[in-house]
């Protein structure tokens, strides 16, 4: 971990209720720069929630957060993204028929000016698109084709090159590997870890444990809106983790097998 490993985003007893549902009952957890913080957790643990809550979809019943150091109530997307909470979600991230670049620049296209009349840069455009994600080893030959050509995985990668491309301090990755094959999910980890020695923090949800372990600095059980804890990768093994994920799922199952009284 780099030398600067100062807290990017800090979340004091975050509390989200739906009605009657409680999705998050005080949820704390720090992200330092330069960290892949993993969130685990089964379905209906509370991941979601929580990166909608950080990255101004839902707003907290009660609790708060901070980044880099300040108290933050983001009532938008936008306004998370431009404090630098930039989050990519799994099938949302993409317009498939739109050219790499447009992908890439999505509505903050460079702008030419010609007198009164501004056009796109789309040289330019271009070759940051090819640049970017060539730096991270993936050869473009050309940003006009269709970013549904690209496979799942380097598609993944756009997203995550766009984020950190426009100053993301944190990076917010719902189950970015949960789509992919082999291959394709160990090109996006390798890129993952690459990210996050530029100094973002990187809150990397997943439901699979090995992916998790694979890129994990540290880890974050969720569980029915409760952590379960955060464990620093040296105080944890592999399949303790995937113990403290399903040993409950099996409870549960029994519990609901038995007419819930486990
Ligand atoms: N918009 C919503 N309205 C009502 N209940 C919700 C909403 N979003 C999530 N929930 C409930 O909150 C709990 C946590 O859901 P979620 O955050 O999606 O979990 P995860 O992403 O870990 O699968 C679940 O019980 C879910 O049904
Ligand atoms: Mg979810």
Request: charged letters at 20%.
């Amino acid at each position: 971990m780099p030398a600067d490993n100062r807290p990017l985003i800090e979340v004091h007893n975050l509390v989200k209720h739906f009605g009657p549902v409680v999705a998050l009952a005080g949820v704390s957890l720090t992200v330092r720069a330069g960290e892949v913080h993993c969130l685990l957790g089964d379905n209906g643990a509370g991941k979601s929630t929580l990166i909608k809550t950080l990255s101004g979809v839902y707003q907290p019943t009660t609790g708060d957060f901070a980044v880099d150091g300040e108290a933050v109530t983001f009532s938008s997307p936008r306004q998370a993204l431009d404090s630098g909470v930039a989050t990519v979600y799994q099938d949302l991230a993409m317009i498939p028929l739109l050219s790499i670049t447009r992908n890439f620049f999505m509505g903050r296209e460079p702008v030419r000016k010609f007198g009164p009349l501004a056009f796109m840069d789309q040289k330019f455009a271009d070759r940051v698109a090819r640049d970017e994600m060539k730096k991270i080893g993936i050869d473009i030959r050309d940003p006009q084709q269709a970013v549904g050509t690209l496979s799942g995985g380097e598609r993944q990668c756009v997203a995550i090159a766009r984020a950190v491309y426009f100053g993301a301090k944190v990076l917010i990755l719902d189950e970015p590997t949960s789509a992919l094959g082999v291959a394709q999910t160990s090109m996006v980890l390798k890129y993952v870890r690459q990210v996050r020695q530029r100094g973002l923090g990187v809150i990397f949800i997943t439901h699979n444990v090995r992916h998790a372990y694979a890129v994990g600095d540290s880890f974050t059980v969720l569980n029915r809106g409760r952590t379960m804890g955060t464990f620093r990768r040296s105080e944890i093994q592999l399949d303790e983790l995937q113990t403290m994920m399903a040993g409950d799922k099996e409870l549960q199952e029994l519990s609901d097998e038995l007419g819930g009284t486990v």
